[in-house]
Nanobody, 116 residues
Framework: QVQLVESGGGLVHSGGSLRLSCAAS????????MYWHRQAPGKEREFVAK????????DYAGSVRGRFTISRDNAENTVSLQMDSLRPEDTAVYYC?????????WGQGTQVTVSS
């Protein structure tokens, strides 16, 4: 079955960096774009970043563009999110997301907390 397992969250000071990773299994990873989303307390889940199936095209939410970088390794079935210049408003649970032929799949999420 499809599994998405995030890792790399934690507590960091404002201005710091974190790198999130998502290990995917159960589908042909290199055939599909991959996404990162986040959900802050009391807010709806929101789009953060997208990467095309082969990694040639990326897209970002305006709030993270220039600070976050999404990448993927199709040999390892992983997608990563490098987060630099973190701000307190980046505090959220971050989710890996795959939209494939059989439906939408989400990881369990990883908590990122940025202190001021």
């Amino acid at each position: 079955q499809v599994q998405l397992v995030e890792s790399g969250g934690g507590l960091v000071h404002s201005g710091g960096s974190l790198r999130l990773s998502c290990a995917a299994s159960g589908f042909t990873f290199g055939n599909y774009p991959m996404y990162w989303h986040r959900q802050a307390p009391g807010k709806e889940r929101e789009f953060v970043a997208k990467i095309s199936s082969r990694g040639g095209t990326t897209d970002y939410a305006g709030s993270v563009r220039g600070r976050f970088t999404i990448s993927r390794d199709n040999a390892e079935n992983t997608v990563s999110l490098q987060m630099d210049s973190l701000r307190p408003e980046d505090t959220a649970v971050y989710y890996c997301h795959a939209q494939i032929w059989s439906g939408n799949y989400w990881g369990q999420g990883t908590q990122v907390t940025v202190s001021s």
